[in-house]
């Protein structure tokens, strides 16, 4: 019943900024950690921003400086805003959220379904 979905990508000019959310739904209880992952065509799926449930954040070093997680735990929603973009952070963005459905459960990991950023001139 838990669903997570990714929105706010797009085609935007190498400077330009997105901002990127990611919204849980459904049954749950709790959501730990979520964290925001790319993975260009030919690269490696790679770890861009991570935050957990008190706001503490970890940045690849590719985006420090550019980007920022945040999120509120009473929308059960996490973003990414997105500036000075270049051609080289194209990439289809993937939320991931550590989450417990129930009290008592364990935390599983969702997946949402991706959203593209391309950064083009």
């Known amino acids: 019943q838990v669903q997570v979905v990714e929105s706010g990508g797009g085609l935007v000019h190498p400077g330009g900024s997105l901002r990127l959310s990611c919204a849980a739904s459904?049954?749950?209880?709790?959501?730990?950690?979520m964290g925001w992952y790319r993975q260009a065509p030919g690269k490696q799926r790679e770890l861009v921003a991570g935050?957990?449930?008190?706001?503490?954040?970890n940045y690849a070093d590719s985006v420090k400086g550019r980007f920022t997680s945040s999120r509120d735990n009473a929308k059960n929603t996490v973003y990414l805003q997105m500036n000075s973009l270049k051609p080289e952070d194209t990439a289809v963005y993937y939320c991931?959220?550590?989450?417990?459905?129930?009290?008592?459960?364990?935390?599983?990991?969702?997946w949402g379904q991706g959203t593209q950023v391309t950064v083009s001139s």
């Open positions: 991931n959220a550590d989450i417990k459905s129930r009290v008592g459960g364990s935390a599983e990991a969702y």
């Open positions: 935050i957990t449930r008190d706001g503490s954040t």
């Open positions: 459904g049954t749950l209880f709790r959501i730990y950690t």
